[in-house]
Structure formats: C-alpha cells, structure tokens
C-alpha cells in the first residue's frame, strides 16, 4: 500500500515537475503558456481518470483510505510532507472536477513565485504595447499639426512679402502708364482703376493705404502717369498734384487728318515736345495695353514698313502736350484717343461684319482719307473701292489704282530705306498690286473710317476730282472715266491759265 501512494505521490510531483519547465520556458509568450497549460491540464485529467478506473488502483485507494489515515506526499525536492485525508481524498476526487485550479494538481507553493514573475512580465508586455499603440496614433496628428502650422506659418509669410513688395513697388514693371482719372473719382474708383491697369495688385491694400495718408477722395481729374514700380506714397503723391507738370511749359499741337507719321513727328520735335525719332520708335513699338492693341495683326508680314508699322493709329486730334515730354507718355496720349474715339462696340462690330479686321479697315481709310475731302465723296469714294475689292472680274481687276499709294510709296517709303526694297515698295502701289496695300498710307479721321464701314452701294468704279474745285466726279466704265477725266484736265488747264494771267496783271501793277 506505501507503494501505491509512493507511486502516486512520484506521478504527482513528476507532472508539478514538467508544469514548472513549462512555465518557465513560456513566461514571454502568454498566449503560447495558455495553449500549453490548457493541453498539459486535459492531459493530466484523462491520466487521472484512467487511473481510478484501474480496478487494481481503485482497490488500492480504497484500502489507502482505510488503512493509511495520514499519507505522506513528497515535495518538489522530494522530502515526505504529510498529507491530511481530506485532502488525500481531494486529491483522488479533483481530477474527475471541471474546475482548473493549481491545488487540482497539488503544485507546491515553490513554483508561486514563477507564475507571478510570468505575470508581471505579461502585464507590462501588454501594457508596452497598448502604450506603444497610443503613442503611434497620435504621431500622426502631430505630424499633420505641425505641416499644417508650417505651411500655414510661410503661406502667411509669402502674403506678407507680396503686399509690402506692392505698396513699396519692388521687382515690378517700370514702364510709365497714363491713366485719366474722371471727374469726382472717390478711393475705391482710383484703386479699382489702379488695379484694372495693372499698376497695383491690391485695391483694398491701396484703398487702406490712402486712407491712412488722409488723401481719400482728393484725387485730381484728368491725365496722369504713373509706373508699376512706383510705391503708394509716388502714386497717390502723382494723382493729388499737379507740380511736375506746372513747372513744365504747355504745348498745343493739332494733327490734321491725312498727316502721316513721320511729318507729325517732325511737329513734335518742332515744338520741343520730344525727339522725332524718339517718337517714330516708341510710337511703332506700342504695346501699351490699349484695348485695340488686341486686333492687330499678331504675325509679321516682312512687306509692311517697319517704321509706318502703326501708320494710320494716329488719331487726327489736338493735343496738349509739355515740353521735354517723354515719348513714351506722348505715344500713350495718342493711343488713348484713338481707343476712345474708334474702339467702341458699334464699330467693331459693323467691322467684323463686313468681314475685315481692324488694320484692313485703318488701311482702307487711310486712302479714302487721301482721295476725298468731303463726307459726301468720302462715302462714295469708298463704294467705289469695295467694287473694285469684291469683284475682281471687273475692269479694274482688283486694282486700287489710288494715286496717294504711289506717292507714298515713292516719297515716303523709298527715301527712308536704308537698303532698296523694290518687292516692298511695289507692295504700297495699287497700280502694281492688288488689293489693299500693306499698311495705311496716312491716318484717317471718324469721317473717312465710318465712310468705309457704310460700305455704299454703288455701281461706279471710277472717279476723277478736280483738284482745285475739290469736286469728285465718279464714273461706272473706262471709256466714261477716260472722257470725264479729259473735262478734269481742261477745267484745270483753264484754271490754272487764268491764275496765270491773274499772276502777270499783279506783277505788271506792281511793276508800275
């Protein structure tokens, strides 16, 4: 009988053994010692359960109960420590028990601090982690407050920058722009006009600015140039005052029309308002953002003449310029009443009627202007032409045939060349070429501008004026043309005669 509970006590303390291994060899992995527990402990419960159901061990514990009031049970060292009967008993009973606990195996007291340690390690592992977690999903957020708080921080930085290099006009356009303030123009008109013509970037900027200085609504009415790259204080101190242009002398100069540019740029320098040929290059340079500037050719054509490029945009007008004045500011005058004057909404789109784009119709005018004095002539001067231009099948084949295209050419175009060009200068003659030459030939008034866009109709393709009657005779054949023209030529023989004689009578009165 002390064998079997040898025997047991041995098996018991066998399996406390491999409990300990097991536990001490999975501490780090909690959810690997709880698999293997789990499997060790159903292992441990169906060995028990054979082992009662042996009859020979069931005869044995019954005997053990009877005759063995106190057995013994070794420790994990394997000293005898006895046991009560109580829990003897238990012992047999617990393995057939569906509880799990560590007296179920009677584990010695020796292994406690093992399982703690395993514990402990499991608890701050797990905490590790969810602390570790938590610290990662916040990572991002700073992250993103913090690019946010930089981005936000330059963006700030950069607007900053922009506005001071506004009111200070630093690294901006430093081309002088003229700008007409009208009457009883308040802040908000000035800087949104500022603003429209590219001179700030910033009305509400400027608005706050003038505000400041106390100069609102004292804005002078009329003619000003300012410059991109003038600061606030520069351009409100240009538009409130007049001083620059006080101490400079007036000068009044009318075009008339007809003129061509370079006889208007010898009236300029005449009078001392600037370099002819100062104004010649900065007239045909353009580019001052005029809305009209928007319709002329974008191409080059190579038999346009340079110099004559903006031929025909100088408006016939008086103008009140200063002495020394900058060509640049003398072009912009120019272009500003012609845009005012030609560049309305009827026009162009009666212009894009008739199919012909703004530099056709300044071409056109330009010749009307030359051929004829009167409003009157002018209309049908320009019926005349659109015959000749739209049906080519005519007479005239598509020839202009405009005597002032020929002068042009030859006394305008020719002598100012510095190397021939024969294909160019052939170009402006209307008895060489077909159609319209290349560019205007004069620069014409509203009369001979709306005359060609009336666009008369009319069944003549000749005309022939007698140059001192200033009367336009207009005909529809050759044969009519060529005995019209004879009437012309004697009225103006006998014209010319009688001055003639008028001439000797006053010479010989003199004489006497």
Known sequence: MTDNNDMINDILNQLDKEKAESDNNN?????????????????????????????DMSASAAERRNEEPTPVRRNTNGSPRPVSRAASEDAHERPQASSRTRSQYQISDDDAPVRNMAAVKRNTAHHKKKKKKKNSNRLPGVLILTVFIFGLSICLSLVIIAFGKDVLGIGKDDSTKMITIPEGATSDDVSQ????????????????????????????????????????????????????????????ITFVEGINIFEAADQLQEQGVCNAADFIYAFNAGSYGFDFEEELPKEHNPLKFADGRMEGYLFPDTYTFTVDMEPEQVCQKIYYNFNQKIYDNERIKRMKELGLSLDQLITLASIVQKEAPFREDMNHVAGVFWNRLEKPEAETAGFLQSDPTSNYSKYVIKTRLAVPNKEMIDAYDTYISKGLPPGAISNPGLDAIDAVLQKMQTDDFYFVANIYTRETFFTKTLDEHNAKEEEVKAAVAAYEAEQAILKEQEEANAAE
Request: proline share 3%; charged share 30%; glycine share 4%.
């Open 27 to 55: 501490a780090i992995s909690a959810a690997d010692t709880a698999v293997k527990t789990d499997e060790q402990l159903s292992d441990t419960k169906d060995f028990g359960r054979k082992f009662a159901d042996s009859p």
């Open 193 to 252: 006009l500022l603003y429209d013509e590219g001179i700030i970037n910033s009305p509400k900027c400027f608005r706050l600015f003038s505000k400041l200085r106390n100069d609102s609504d004292n804005y002078l009415a009329g003619e000003h140039f300012v410059s991109p790259n003038m600061a606030y204080e520069t351009i409100i101190k240009n538009l409130t005052t007049y001083e620059d242009e006080e101490q400079k002398d007036s000068v009044t």
